[in-house]
């Protein structure tokens, strides 16, 4: 499987951003799509995922309400949308792939198998 990001940039306070995340390969129906994002000396931190199904959704409580996940199935894309961006939401923002993840798993980043090389989001305040 691979992942390739785009639509990372500079944007001002409460402007928005939407990240794409083409995926190939992408052949098996469970386990979850997950966008995680890393600031310069942290962690790296669950933003959002979702099974391909798109049953449900699930968001870190810091952008839940601004931030939406989404899967175009026919594209094989991963999407997130941002807006009301912070200058709290600086960083490297990654999507995952975990085949495996299931349960309450979706938020832990070990539990993903496949990541993008990731793309910068600089919001300005």
């Known amino acids: 499987v691979q992942l390739v990001e785009s639509g990372g940039g500079l944007v001002q306070a409460g402007g928005f951003l939407r990240l794409s995340c083409a995926t190939s390969?992408?052949?098996?129906?469970?386990?979850?799509l997950g966008w995680f994002r890393q600031s310069p000396g942290a962690e790296r931190e669950f933003v959002a995922a979702?099974?391909?199904?798109?049953?449900?959704?699930y968001y870190a409580d810091s952008v839940k309400g601004r931030f939406t996940i989404s899967f175009d199935n026919a594209k094989d894309t991963v999407f997130l949308q941002m807006n009301n961006l912070k200058a709290e939401d600086t960083a490297v923002y990654y999507c995952?792939?975990?085949?495996?993840?299931?349960?309450?798993?979706?938020?832990?980043?070990?539990?993903?198998?496949?990541w993008g090389q990731g793309t910068q989001v600089t919001v300005s305040s």
């Open positions: 390969d992408l052949t098996f129906g469970r386990g979850f």
């Open positions: 979702m099974p391909p199904s798109g049953r449900s959704k």
């Open positions: 995952a792939v975990g085949p495996t993840v299931s349960g309450r798993g979706y938020s832990s980043r070990r539990a993903y198998e496949y």
